[in-house]
């Protein structure tokens, strides 16, 4: 069975500043990605950046960083340079190689004031 | 945007009746899972298909119910709806099972049961 634990409701930044939301997972599987999206108020799931288990290099996408620590099963997101935008809820998920499912956490709350 | 389409996007329905809610999957992608999100949750997994067959399920009563299409469009079939299963439904299409590859999100049905 997998699991995803994201132990912050709720994030405050400020703008320009840099932020990191916790995931930590448990799975059996020696094989998995991990995924975080960005859900804004309208309800769409938006992929935001993969990590794969066996990468070497943690992931990057523009301002969106992911912190891989495979040893302590964490996968944090690291956003940089915030921007009002990016205020939604943040879910970190993660898919067992061979499958297409994905288990996601609770999701984190960030909001983003001037 | 994603490619990927849901209808309708909210739907009140009364207790005991039935609903259908419906995803028109990215072009080229055979595989589409369906989640359940109630409020202040993750997406919960009901079920997915692959070329027209149900290749998973999650812990969702029978019920729960779907259809895959030739041009692997898919439909989620409620059956004796309860207050319980008011939620937003989401329906992610992604090439292939397994792999490294993201899956991709409609922006969501939101069902109400009164």
């Known amino acids: 069975a997998q699991k995803i634990t994201q132990t912050q409701p709720g994030m405050f930044v400020q703008e320009k500043e840099a932020v990191t939301l916790d995931c930590t997972y448990d799975?059996?599987?020696?094989?998995?990605?991990l995924f975080w999206y960005k859900q804004p108020s309208s309800g769409e799931m938006i992929f935001l950046i993969y990590?794969?288990?066996?990468?070497?290099q943690n992931a990057t996408e523009g301002r969106y960083s992911l912190n891989f620590q495979k040893a302590r099963k964490s996968a944090n997101l690291v956003i940089s340079a915030s921007q009002l935008g990016d205020s939604a809820m943040y879910f970190c998920?993660?898919?067992?190689?061979?499958?297409?499912?994905?288990?996601f956490g609770k999701g984190t709350m960030l909001l983003v004031s001037p | 945007e994603t490619g990927v389409t849901q209808s309708p996007t909210h739907l009140i329905k009364t207790r005991g009746q039935q609903v259908t809610l419906r995803c028109s999957s990215q072009?080229?992608?055979?595989?589409v899972s369906w989640y359940q999100q109630a409020l202040g949750q993750g997406p919960q997994f009901i079920f997915q298909?692959?070329?027209?067959?149900?290749?998973g399920r999650g812990n969702f009563p029978p019920r729960f119910s779907g259809l895959q299409f030739p041009n692997y469009s898919s439909e989620l079939n409620v059956n004796a709806l309860e207050l319980d299963d008011s939620a937003l439904y989401l329906c992610?299409?992604?090439?292939?099972?397994?792999?490294?590859?993201?899956?991709?999100f409609g922006q969501g049905t939101r069902l109400t049961v009164v």
């Open positions: 992610a299409s992604s090439l292939a099972v397994g792999g490294n590859t993201e899956a991709f």
């Open positions: 799975t059996s599987d020696p094989s998995y990605g």
């Open positions: 990590q794969g288990s066996y990468d070497q």
């Open positions: 998920a993660m898919r067992a190689r061979g499958y297409s499912t994905l288990t």
């Open positions: 072009s080229g992608h055979n595989t």
């Open positions: 298909y692959y070329r027209e067959e149900e290749n």
